[in-house]
């Protein structure tokens, strides 16, 4: 990670940056704030934490992403998309090397579709009887 560019340093900052634009965003500040207010600081070193264990691979992030997902007020699958247009605008401006952004936009990505199967993800509805032609 650090041959590309990527250190606790840059996570921070990353997170610091993205976070602030988030709760400017029209769509995306209402949702995280109305579930975050007043926890803010402990969201963003749990983040920074996060982060920090999938580039280096520590494991010392104990969290369950799913879990704290569950029933956010507001929270659809569109959503998504928008989380990584921002996150994406935010690597342009903050990270430093294309390795390094490809690796976070990659990992991003593949968490926002995790995500998004797990929370809203039906399988009746790959049901083929269920299926109009």
Same mark, same amino acid.
Request: aromatic share 12%; proline share 7%.
């Given at each position: ?7 606790? !340093?840059?996570?921070? /900052? !990353?997170?610091? /940056?993205? @976070? ?15 579930? !975050? ?41 569109? !959503? ?17 090397? /294309? ?21 809203? @993800? ?6 083929? /009887?269920?299926?109009?032609?």
């Amino acid at each position: 990670m650090k041959l590309i560019g990527i250190d606790e !340093l840059l996570i921070g /900052a !990353l997170v610091e /940056a993205f @976070y602030a634009r988030v709760l400017s965003h029209p769509q995306l500040g209402p949702v995280f704030d109305a579930r !975050l207010a007043g926890r803010w600081p402990e969201h963003m070193e749990k983040m920074k934490s996060f982060w920090s264990a999938v580039a280096f691979r520590t494991g010392a992030y104990g969290g369950k992403p799913i879990q704290a997902h569950l029933g956010v007020a507001n929270m659809t699958p569109e !959503l998504f998309p928008q989380w990584l247009e921002l996150f994406a605008a935010t690597l342009d401006d903050v990270v430093p090397t /294309a390795e390094a952004r490809a690796w976070f936009i990659t990992t991003a990505d593949r968490i926002a579709r995790s995500l998004t199967l797990s929370l809203f @993800y039906n399988p009746a509805l790959d049901d083929p /009887a269920l299926k109009r032609n």
